[in-house]
């Protein structure tokens, strides 16, 4: 690798991309170029980052010409198909989609549950979890390491940007057809009646089964075997696959919420030994990227409203189960645009590029 490897973004356009290069703005500088790469109609854009106005290449097999590491935030076909591409090329490809999560020849590595994992990388390929599990897995993590964890049963409760730009701007338009001003006849008092929402939303549901506005929808991904979704297996498959339980027993269900960012979760953790209070919130408020905030009394547990925009996970309302001496109640919240996405993905491209630092320096 050159002294400052050359660092490709791809899908720097996207709701995630800008969030990456937020981070790479406000992370030490540790990269030579930063190229950054989307689809044919982004290309000629200029974007910020580092101060500086790059534009942006379209996505085609020579963009990734002396490229060292590339984080890919794209739908999960274009990684599928591209993320060889560049590891064809030489590079390490840190994925932030689901193309290849449960590839057994591709690590699903959080830096601080399972940092190791990323050495073994037989395609060139580091897969980075979902923003669900990551909005939980760190703080999980953290327990599973002193307790030894044998269940997790898990209520999300996802914002509206894990759908994407489309899911964001179709919640504000929602807001605003519940909330507008003036007469509206049909629907004077939107949420007082069954079926009011949904007439005053009309037909614009935009990526949501159901409105969101003034409402919670308890369906998030597509339709598995059995009716789960494909967001709670994904909860399940890559919790196991971080922590190295492959039989871990593990119960989702997500549900979308109308927050703009920030996912929620409740937490219910049953663990191999007996657990208090006391040491799990030691190990919670002493565990790398995470925060403790749980004061009940004094109206302090995490909220997406005062968690958006920041890189911790946040936990509150540790509880010991009532029935079970061996199991704890959690209420977790992180960014699902940070932490949930652009950072961990940003976190392992700088672990990668440290390797090439330790080989430079004869570490």
Not at 12 to 30: K, R
Not at 200 to 229: C, T
Not at 330 to 354: H, I, P, W, Y
Request: aromatic content about 4%; hydrophobic content about 45%; proline content about 8%.
């Amino acid at each position: 690798m050159k002294p400052r490897p050359t660092l490709a973004v791809v899908g720097a356009t996207g709701a995630v991309g800008q969030v990456m290069l937020q981070i790479l703005s406000q992370h030490a500088d540790i990269w030579g170029e930063i190229r950054l790469i989307a689809s044919p109609r982004s290309a000629g854009r200029k974007l910020a980052v580092r101060g500086e106005e790059v534009e942006v290449l379209a996505l085609t097999e020579d963009a990734f010409e002396g490229v060292d590491i590339a984080m890919f935030d794209v739908p999960d076909e274009v990684a599928a198909d591209w993320a060889p591409v560049a590891a064809a090329k030489g590079a390490v490809v840190v994925d932030n989609s689901a193309a290849f999560r449960m590839d057994p020849d591709v690590p699903l590595v959080v830096p601080e549950v399972n940092p190791h994992a990323v050495r073994s990388r037989p395609k060139s390929i580091v897969a980075s979890p979902n923003c669900t599990t990551l909005s939980m897995i760190v703080a999980v993590g953290a327990l599973h390491a002193e307790f030894g964890l044998r269940e997790l049963i898990v209520s999300s409760y996802q914002a509206a940007s894990g759908a994407g730009r489309d899911g964001v701007d179709t919640l504000r338009r929602q807001l605003t057809a519940v909330t507008a001003p003036g007469p509206r006849p049909a629907v004077a008092e939107p949420g007082t009646g069954p079926g009011d929402v949904r007439r005053a939303v009309g037909d614009d549901l935009g990526p949501f089964p159901g409105p969101l506005a003034l409402n919670v929808v308890p369906w998030v991904g597509e339709l598995r075997e059995d009716g789960w979704s494909s967001e709670e297996m994904k909860v399940r498959d890559e919790s196991r696959k971080i922590l190295g339980l492959p039989g871990l027993r593990v119960a989702v269900t997500c549900v979308r919420v109308p927050v703009i960012t920030t996912h929620s979760l409740t937490v219910h953790a049953r663990f191999e030994h007996e657990v208090t209070v006391e040491r799990a919130r030691e190990i919670i408020a002493t565990a790398p990227g995470v925060v403790l905030f749980d004061d009940p009394a004094a109206g302090e547990f995490p909220t997406p409203a005062d968690v958006v925009g920041t890189d911790p996970t946040w936990v509150g309302r540790v509880r010991r189960t009532l029935d079970d001496p061996a199991a704890l109640e959690l209420f977790v919240c992180g960014d699902n645009l940070r932490k949930g996405a652009a950072l961990n993905t940003a976190q392992l491209a700088e672990m990668v590029a440290s390797e090439g630092r330790e080989e430079r320096e004869g570490w």
